[in-house]
């Protein structure tokens, strides 16, 4: 059975950091895409960050990249989002994702089948 649990929000200051984790449960990641999304109120799911565990491959959003590593353990079946230089605008419900290899657009939600409830992520002004 597929699980997904995001840990690792909360309140933080412009410029500073946060390091979110996916625990997943009910597959290998060898098999599968994992992503990042986040939506704010009112705002449409954004695709943020994915990578491709078959071969490591990652993806970024024009607007997280250079600031935000998705990285994996596949010792602890987790994958991780480290955000530096976080933003106001980076404030969002995070949800982690994942859908089974092979993937056509990876930072696009309608691919994945496999939903966190997410965690929410807050950078004060």
Request: one cysteine or more.
């Amino acid at each position: 059975q597929v699980q997904l649990v995001e840990s690792g929000g909360g309140l933080v200051q412009p410029g500073g950091s946060l390091r979110l984790s996916c625990s997943a449960s009910g597959f290998t990641l060898d098999d599968y895409a994992i992503a990042w999304f986040r939506q704010a109120p009112g705002k449409e799911r954004e695709g943020v960050s994915s990578i491709d565990n078959s071969d490591g491959t990652t993806y970024y959003s024009n607007s997280v990249k250079g600031r935000f590593t998705i990285s994996r353990d596949n010792a602890k079946n987790t994958v991780y989002l480290q955000m530096n230089s976080l933003k106001p605008e980076d404030t969002a419900v995070y949800y982690c994702a994942a859908d089974l290899l092979p993937l056509v657009a990876f930072l696009q939600a309608y691919e994945y089948d496999y939903w966190g409830q997410g965690t929410q992520v807050t950078v004060s002004s």
